[in-house]
């Protein structure tokens, strides 16, 4: 599996911007997905996934202002970022499971940064 994200850049507290992540994959339906976010010295952190058959979980931190989904048809994962804050700053990284492994065996993308002024 090869992940490449797309979508970051900059904007204004109270934009919105959509994250999204193109899989080079044979079996891109039957993996389980997720969206990290990282600071800066810090470790990277969950903040959504969507599973099978496409049951989706987002972190409290972004819940009702981001959403996953993703597009079989076209082995893309999205992530549409509402409501951006300051705090939503930070590297954006996709990662892909097999479903019955943990995010640590998961492969990732590059990153992609978000940055959002006050």
């Known amino acids: 599996v090869q992940l490449m994200e797309s979508g970051g850049g900059s904007v204004q507290a109270g934009g919105s911007l959509r994250l999204s992540c193109a899989a080079s994959?044979?079996?891109?339906?039957?993996?389980?997905m997720g969206w990290f976010r990282q600071y800066p010295g810090k470790e990277r952190d969950w903040i959504a996934s969507?599973?099978?058959?496409?049951?989706?979980t987002h972190a409290e931190s972004v819940k009702g202002r981001f959403t996953i989904s993703r597009d079989n048809a076209k082995d893309t994962l999205y992530l549409q970022m509402n409501a951006l804050k300051p705090e939503d700053t930070a590297m954006y990284y996709c990662a892909a499971r097999e479903c019955y492994t943990p995010w640590s065996s998961a492969t990732w993308g590059q990153g992609t940064q978000v940055t959002v002024s006050s």
């Open positions: 994959a044979k079996n891109f339906s039957a993996l389980c």
């Open positions: 969507i599973d099978q058959p496409s049951s989706t």
